[in-house]
């Protein structure tokens, strides 16, 4: 009988977990094949290797997931078109600012019975609307997209928007909450910010998507993923060494140095998202949010951060 084949797209840190996950799978569910390739964004190690090569040789992404084997079954191939010809499963998962490019270089390259799932925390929220990765993958490719993501698994969650918007949200909130720990201000401070974020997640996703529901928000997506990123995080660990340099290092020098590679996602967000409430006048409304873009673009000083708890909170 018909088999479906699966491909993941993305070879990061994530990208790399899900890849080992799904070749667990496959491996052991007979309506699959075995083989599962790995799209990888080819490039070459300082010893000279390809990443893909190295991949394929210890069965480790010796750069983004050293240490943990893939399984035999994982095949990393550079070329994009060669990674999903045949796949009827496509598993999206590389950091959120290069979907665009990928998406157009994937346009008829796709099965027209494929199925998309995302696991990628991030979107662009422009000015005429926030465009999810999902949708842009569903319009761009003319498939389903559905989306994973939480602190663990929580697929059981149908809200599409407000779990998107979470584990888009919750990289801004978490580096607000890195900005607190370079400051050494204490955990009383940054369960405040924590609390403050939450409640800008919720507004700003309401504004946004009135469908979102209140529950989304108890869910792993949402308060579970906000904890572990703000405490955990690559987004927090940047933030804070950002703040630790009192702003004079900027977020791509202290990524570039800190991260070998892996991508910040919050910084970015946060511009966007100050877009959109600028341009509706919203500014005031979300003082979190605008202090993060202010501290990141260097208007403010990383201790501008505690000057917004003294602001009035808006939200009940
Ligand atoms: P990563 O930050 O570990 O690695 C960066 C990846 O981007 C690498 O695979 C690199 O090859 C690739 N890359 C660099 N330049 C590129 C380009 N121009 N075009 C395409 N790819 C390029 O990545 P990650 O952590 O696997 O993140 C993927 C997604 O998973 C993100 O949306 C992230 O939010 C989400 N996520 C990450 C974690 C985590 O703990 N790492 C957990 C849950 C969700
Ligand atoms: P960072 O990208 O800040 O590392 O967060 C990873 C994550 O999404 C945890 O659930």
Known sequence: GFKSRVSVIGSGSWGSVAAKLVAFNTLNLSSFHDEVKMW??????????????????????????????????VIADPDLDNAVEDANMLVFVTPHQFIDNICKSL???????AEAISLIKGMEVKIEGPCLISTYI?????????????????????????VELCGTLKNVVAIAAGFVDGLDMGNNTKAAIIRFGLREMREFCKLLFSSVKDDTFFESCGVADVITTCFGGRNRKVAEAFARNGGKRSFDELEAEML???KLQGVTTVREVYEVLRHRGLLELFPLFATVHEICSGCLPPSAIVIYSEKKNIFP
């Open 138 to 162: 569903s319009e761009q490719l003319g498939i389903n997209c559905s989306v994973l993501m939480g602190a663990n698994l929580a697929n059981e969650v149908q809200d599409v928007e407000g």
């Open 107 to 113: 346009v008829g390259k796709v099965r027209s019975d």
């Open 40 to 73: 990888v964004f080819e490039e070459t190690l300082q010893s000279g290797e390809k990443l893909t090569d190295a991949i394929n040789r210890t069965n480790e992404n010796v750069k983004y997931l050293p240490g943990i084997k893939l399984g035999k079954n």
């Open 260 to 262: 070998q590679g892996q």
